[in-house]
């Protein structure tokens, strides 16, 4: 994740990083995480990248409030990947624009 926000220059969730905990993962197998316990109501995509090589998966950032909440994997077709792809797969990463970052320090 530390490489997903430095190309995103997204440092407004740098100091958060190291405080994340993975509180659960994802039922299915794949290696999405979440950092906070709660209602999926609420998530915000903060930044995603796309992975190299593949159909079109991608890797999502969400928080909420403000707050990092969970890193997720999207994946095309197949199944459930098991590991997080290496930092060098992640391409075209960005913040969307419509998001509005506030982060309270
Ligand atoms: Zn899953």
């Given at each position: 994740?530390?490489?997903l926000?430095?190309?995103?220059?997204?440092?407004?969730?740098?100091?958060?990083?190291?405080?994340?905990?993975?509180?659960?993962?994802?039922?299915?197998?794949?290696?999405?995480?979440?950092?906070?316990?709660?209602?999926?109501?609420?998530?915000e995509?903060?930044?995603d990248?796309?992975?190299?090589?593949?159909?079109?998966?991608?890797?999502?950032?969400?928080?909420?409030?403000?707050?990092?909440?969970?890193?997720?994997?999207?994946?095309?077709?197949?199944?459930?990947?098991?590991?997080?792809?290496?930092?060098?797969?992640?391409?075209?990463?960005r913040?969307?624009?419509?998001?509005?970052?506030?982060?309270?320090d």
């Open positions: 994740m530390s490489v926000l430095d190309d995103m220059d997204g440092i407004l969730f740098w100091t958060q990083i190291a405080d994340l905990r993975v509180v659960s993962g994802c039922a299915c197998g794949c290696p999405t995480v979440d950092f906070r316990s709660g209602p999926e109501e609420g998530l995509l903060v930044a990248a796309k992975v190299a090589g593949t159909d079109g998966d991608a890797v999502l950032l969400f928080a909420r409030d403000g707050v990092l909440d969970r890193l997720e994997y999207m994946w095309v077709g197949g199944p459930p990947p098991t590991t997080w792809p290496s930092p060098d797969m992640l391409v075209e990463p913040r969307p624009a419509d998001v509005t970052l506030e982060v309270s």
